[in-house]
């Protein structure tokens, strides 16, 4: 049973509007959320995070919005770019044994045409 | 500055043939994470090391897998034998366990198994 749900699996946007990427999870343990871009043959790269003490975290043109009475997540990109074109992973995590350990999920993959 | 170093990028293989991933983390960090991406899973957590030490190996999916890390600069994960269904994408990930929560991934290793 997925923890963390993605239930878009791909988005299309147009170059300079909105992107809202959204995501879903079920486990209340979870405190810290964070987001991350991949690019095809590369590794997933950190984007913007928030904790679950806060309800928004804004990094320049992404900003995160956190709903825990919702469990609910979701990541805004404006003006969108073709450079962020990507697959997005929302990731949800809690400390154990020492370690932050985030379960992601399934990504969205996001196409912002020119 | 060197980010998570991962070997082979690319790897085929037969059936039966053992196969073993590299990773060298990033200099300082004190956790390490393997990962397996696949359309039908996502990106799933097989085992992760703090200060060498394995922590939690419970998404390791069959006693045909392993992993060691015998210094903080080096980790290996096993497949023997491997199979048709263990063709994936495998991620490496350090991250700091005292910073912050985000993971730093290699660029992956891509696994065919004929």
């Known amino acids: 049973d997925q923890q963390v749900k993605q239930n878009s699996p791909s988005l299309s946007v147009q170059e300079g509007r909105i992107s809202i990427l959204n995501c879903d999870y079920t486990n209340s343990m979870f405190d810290y959320f964070l987001w991350y871009k991949k690019y095809p043959a590369e590794g997933p790269t950190f984007l913007i995070s928030i904790s679950s003490i806060k309800d928004k975290n804004e990094d320049g043109r992404f900003t995160v919005f956190l709903n825990k009475s919702a469990k609910h997540l979701s990541l805004h990109i404006v003006p969108s770019q073709p450079g962020d074109s990507a697959v997005y992973f929302c990731?949800?995590?809690?400390?154990?044994?020492?370690?932050?350990?985030?379960?992601f999920g399934r990504g969205t993959s996001l196409i912002v045409h020119p | 500055d060197a980010g998570v170093i991962q070997s082979p990028r690319h790897e085929v293989t037969e059936m039966g043939q053992e196969v073993t991933l590299r990773c060298k983390p990033i200099s300082g960090h004190n956790s390490l994470f393997w990962y397996r991406q696949t359309m039908m899973r996502g990106l799933e957590l097989l085992i992760y090391?703090?200060?060498?030490?394995?922590?939690?190996d419970s998404g390791m999916p069959e006693d045909r897998f392993s992993a060691k890390m015998p210094n903080a600069s080096f980790s290996t994960l096993k497949i023997q034998p491997s199979e048709p269904r263990d063709s994936a994408v495998y991620f490496c990930?350090?991250?700091?366990?005292?910073?912050?929560?985000?993971?730093?991934f290699g660029p992956g290793t891509r696994l065919t198994v004929l």
């Open positions: 990731a949800a995590s809690s400390r154990t044994g020492g370690s932050y350990i985030p379960t």
């Open positions: 090391f703090n200060n060498n030490v394995p922590i939690d």
């Open positions: 990930a350090s991250s700091f366990s005292e910073g912050g929560n985000e993971q730093f």
